[in-house]
């Protein structure tokens, strides 16, 4: 256990800071990877307003809480299978999208389930002792976010490096 941890990749320090600090708020695509499971949207910057960072993919547009963007910029995009949720009525966040389950694996107190999108597939982390919500292979359900669960993070997975 500490209250702070280093990551380092190929001896050179990429971020350093509490374990929630990390998890939450990663500054890279390798970090975000290193402590846990992970969603990626590459997205183009559409608008920055008071606050707000609106971006699109694949025809899709959705939001983000602050970091540093201009419109006309692509950026990538952390989301957390745990800060996805799932359910039969359309949300009314702007964050939403249809998914068909594709696969799930069940963890004790939560399912991983893994969702095919018009925007790729997507991982949700469903708690399965606090909801009623069961579905099967091949069901198609809503998925949605908050606007500040979405993360920037640098893409420094080069493509020669496997995963």
Same mark, same amino acid.
């Given at each position: ?8 990749? /190929? %001896? $050179?320090? +990429?971020? &350093? ?6 998890? !939450?708020?990663?500054?890279? @695509? #390798? ?10 949207? /590459? %997205? $183009?910057? +559409?608008? &920055? ?6 971006? !699109?993919?694949?025809?899709? @547009? #959705? ?101």
């Amino acid at each position: 256990m500490s209250d702070q941890v280093a990551v380092l990749r /190929r %001896g $050179r320090l +990429v971020q &350093c800071g509490s374990p929630a600090a990390l998890f !939450e708020r990663p500054v890279t @695509r #390798f970090v975000g990877e290193f402590l846990g499971e992970s969603n990626f949207l /590459r %997205g $183009r910057v +559409v608008a &920055c307003s008071d606050g707000l960072v609106s971006y !699109e993919t694949k025809g899709h @547009r #959705f939001e983000a809480v602050g970091g540093l963007a201009r419109p006309g910029e692509t950026l990538l995009f952390m989301l957390r299978p745990q800060r996805v949720e799932i359910g039969r009525l359309e949300p009314s966040s702007p964050n939403k999208l249809r998914g068909e389950l594709i696969e799930w694996a069940y963890r004790g107190s939560e399912a991983l389930c893994k969702f095919r999108t018009e925007v790729g597939e997507i991982q949700v982390a469903h708690p399965v002792w606090r909801s009623e919500l069961r579905l099967n292979a091949g069901e198609t359900t809503w998925l949605a976010w908050g606007r500040e669960a979405t993360v920037t993070v640098l893409d420094d997975s080069p493509e020669d490096v496997l995963n």
